[in-house]
């Protein structure tokens, strides 16, 4: 695994945990700071976001007490507004996330609940596509895991196939549109984002040595748009 791919997946999920990305942490002391340095930035988000205004020391009627309750205060609402600031500068600072990453991101950190060994059933592979307004075509290789998920804001189908090389991920992406095919590698994944004309990308991974076009063109074959009544 790459540095650079190891820092984009703690920046998304600073909690996500792998065999492979504890291995790399393990002998990387930059990315294991860099985890630490999240993990530590999450935390200051969360109490940042917990704050109970009402909690806040009440005006006392002295004057006194009252202009020493107020510059309590606004010292509070100052170190509130500096860690702010400090999260967003390095907010800012952090490479920004491709559509790649995030599969990979989402796919490394997706539990796969039982064995992949027999076919999804029709009903189910139905139910997933028309959650998000499509049909599929029987397609070969079999899948044999499905579900919907939830990918920068859309709930989008989420499925695996058993190809003759391994498995293999697929995610429907409306809305996420590429202008042409794009490979990538990331965190021992190889993958491609297709272009689905109007209607977003396909995005297709895995671990195995794969023809990830071949399969991508599969699905794009087989998606069918429900049309909007």
Sequence with gaps: MKCSDIQLSLGAEPSATSPEL????????????????????????RRALMIDVNALPAVSAEPRARKFSRVRQWALAASVLLSIAAILVMWGALPRHSLAADVVSHVISEPIPGSLDEPVDA????????????????????IVFMRTCLLRGRFVPHFILRTEHGVATVMILPDEIVNAPEPFESSGYKGLLLPNGTHGSIAVLS?????????????RRAVRWIPEK
């Design 207 to 219: 671990r195995s040595d794969f023809d990830p076009m071949h399969y991508a063109g599969e699905v």
């Design 123 to 142: 009903r189910t592979v139905r139910d997933v596509m028309a959650y998000s307004g499509m049909k599929l075509d029987p397609i070969n290789p079999s």
């Design 22 to 45: 504890e291995a790399h942490l393990r002998e990387c002391a930059a990315c294991a700071e860099y985890r630490s340095e999240m993990l530590r930035l999450d935390a200051d988000i």
